[in-house]
T-cell receptor
Framework: AQTVTQSQPEMSVQEAETVTLSCTYDTSESDYYLFWYKQPPSRQMILVIR??????QNATENRFSVNFQKAAKSFSLKISDSQLGDAAMYFC?????????????FGKGTKLTVNP | SAVISQKPSRDICQRGTSLTIQCQVD?????MFWYRQQPGQSLTLIATANQGSEATYESGFVIDKFPISRPNLTFSTLTVSNLSPEDSSIYLCSVEGNRGHEETQYFGPGTRLLVL
């Protein structure tokens, strides 16, 4: 079974600085999807960024980018120019590309604090 | 992405009772998912609900405890039965993305349940 590990329970960053959140996963599959979700306090879980494993190019969404290292099974999230609104729980998630198993497997999350 | 609403947003229930949570989507979707997020924890999939068929439950979750209905392509309910304090969690529904992004799941705002 696939597993997702987020080794940093908490991280903090100064406003306008850059922070990287770590995620590693374990799978025997060659094709799959990886996601980062953001969950602000008492608010909705929202998609930050997605990566398709067969694409070598790292995904980017404005200030958010990933460093996808397929061989190392690593999928870190970099947040540039951090803003106060970036404070949230961040979850890394894995999804197989095989049909019949559409569930997301989540890591335990990283709580990000942004200091003014 | 689809607009997803859940009712109720929160509730406080007595042990032994049941709570039914509704999930409404503004577009037709094939698959809907129900997740549980226990306090301070990550998300765990309870079941996958396809319209017109029985829900598929993950290991550790049973239909008698978590009956699910999926009467059409825009609506689903999750009932948490015979409540105990251990059922205090956030319950989230999610749906797959639109054509071309079916592997991505989008989440509703969640239902926060407290069992006394």
């Amino acid at each position: 079974a696939q597993t997702v590990t987020q080794s940093q329970p908490e991280m903090s960053v100064q406003e306008a600085e850059t922070v990287t959140l770590s995620c590693t996963y374990d799978t025997s599959e060659s094709d799959y999807y990886l996601f980062w979700y953001k969950q602000p306090p008492s608010r909705q879980m929202i998609l930050v960024i997605r990566q398709e494993a067969y694409k070598q190019q790292n995904a980017t969404e404005n200030r958010f980018s990933v460093n996808f290292q397929k061989a190392a099974k690593s999928f870190s999230l970099k947040i540039s120019d951090s803003q106060l609104g970036d404070a949230a729980m961040y979850f890394c998630a894995y999804r197989t590309s095989q049909g019949g198993s559409e569930k997301l497997v989540f890591g335990k999350g990283t709580k990000l604090t942004v200091n003014p | 992405s689809a607009v997803i609403s859940q009712k109720p947003s929160r509730d406080i229930c007595q042990r032994g009772t049941s709570l039914t949570i509704q999930c409404q989507v503004d577009s037709q979707v094939t698959m809907m998912f129900w997740y549980r997020q226990q306090p301070g924890q990550s998300l765990t999939l309870i079941a996958t609900a396809n319209q017109g068929s029985e829900a598929t439950y993950e290991s550790g979750f049973v239909i008698d405890k978590f009956p699910i209905s999926r009467p059409n392509l825009t609506f689903s309910t999750l009932t948490v039965s015979n409540l105990s304090p251990e059922d205090s969690s956030i319950y989230l529904c999610s749906v797959e993305g639109n054509r071309g992004h079916e592997e991505t799941q989008y989440f509703g705002p969640g239902t926060r349940l407290l069992v006394l």
